[in-house]
Structure formats: C-alpha cells, structure tokens
C-alpha cells in the first residue's frame, strides 16, 4: 500500500506576491486605509481651520490671512511640485470655504 499523496498547503493569496490578483487586493486594501486616513484628517483639518477663523473674527481680525496661505501653498508645492500647489488650494477652501 502507498502512501497518499502529499497536497502542498493552500496559499493565501493575499500573502503571496506570485498572485497578482491577490497582490492587487492586498495594495487597494491598504489604498483603502490611506483614504479613510485622509479623509478623516482633512475633516478634522478643515475643523481646526473653522475655529481658527472664528477666533480670528472674534478677536477683531480678518477672516483671511494671506501670508499664511501663501505659506501653506509653499510648503504644498515645495513637497509635491506643481500638483502641491492645486492640493493645497484644495485643502485650504475645504477650511475657510470658496473665496
């Protein structure tokens, strides 16, 4: 009598760089996460934004301060290059609304 055959041990796809399909999986899942991260961070950044705002308001100031979002655009386009720049103006009406 013979022994059985030995079935080689499934592969988890998600773990196995072999499988396109499930590599594919695996990064949009993590895609996924970053997103989510984003996504929470500019609410959460658009709040602070608010409330700087209305204390500027509050205490007598304008409701803009151009040198301060020339310097955020800065910072944006010194990292990401041009592309920053448009994130950057993004980010910055999503906390103090259209102009």
Known sequence: MTAPATQ?????????????????????????????ALIELWQERAALSHQVGAARLAGGGT?????REREILDR???VLGSDGTQLGLLVLRAGRGPL
């Open 63 to 67: 409701r803009l301060v151009l040198a």
């Open 76 to 78: 944006y386009r010194a």
């Open 8 to 36: 080689p041990a499934p592969t988890d796809s998600a773990t196995d760089p072999t499988d396109p399909t499930g590599h594919i999986a695996d990064l949009r899942e993590r895609i996924d996460e970053i997103d989510t």
